[in-house]
């Protein structure tokens, strides 16, 4: 990963945000804030879009141990209902960086759009490829909003959520048409 942004990290407690969910049609959308620290011996970071399920399974796990703080936090179907989807998943950012055990110096936030905050930030488009901290929060966000969409798939039978996680296939269209709308 490139170190290409506007500060001395080494200095720095940094941290990186990102979401999951924006997509979906079901669930709810689901940030992460990770702050990794200089050696954190993590391989094999990168936008979790990119990664196997079992490769972000993995890693996942190894974030949670090795970083200095992460956070997961959510924005409920309801707030997004009454936001809309980008201001629900920027609130969702903000609680998992407002939920860290240490407070970061700088953030950097995946995407082209901050969180309103008093922290130091920048937004960088497909920072979940380029900055480590920024990838860490993307595979520890997605891998904890798949895990829920497949326990809703046990709560929701006839909808297919741990096929798709929620996202509008044809086939959780399809489940759609059949069964109308669910709680989530």
Not at 8 to 14: G, H, L, N, Q, T
Not at 90 to 102: C, F, N, S, T, Y
Not at 171 to 183: D, F, K, S, T
């Amino acid at each position: 990963m490139a170190d290409l942004f506007s500060i001395d990290r080494s200095a720095m407690v940094v941290a990186g945000v990102d979401e999951v969910g924006r997509g979906p049609l079901a669930g709810d959308v689901v940030a992460a804030a990770v702050i990794l620290g200089k050696n954190h011996g993590l391989v094999g970071l990168n936008d979790s879009k990119k990664l196997s399920e079992k490769k972000r399974n993995v890693l996942s796990e190894e974030i949670k141990q090795k970083s200095k703080s992460w956070c997961i936090a959510r924005a409920s179907v309801k707030e997004i209902d009454e936001l809309n989807i980008l201001q629900a998943s920027l609130l969702a950012m903000k609680r998992a960086v407002d939920g860290l055990q240490i407070t970061p110096e700088h953030i950097y936030v995946d995407g082209n759009k901050l969180p309103t905050w008093n922290y130091s930030s920048e937004p960088v488009i497909q920072g979940d490829s380029l900055i480590e901290e920024i990838s860490a929060a993307s595979i520890i966000a997605k891998v904890a909003r798949d895990n829920e969409m497949e326990a809703f798939d046990k709560k929701y039978p006839g909808y297919g959520f741990a096929k798709h996680k929620g996202y509008p296939t044809k086939i959780h269209l399809q489940a759609l048409e059949i069964h109308g709308p669910c709680e989530i």
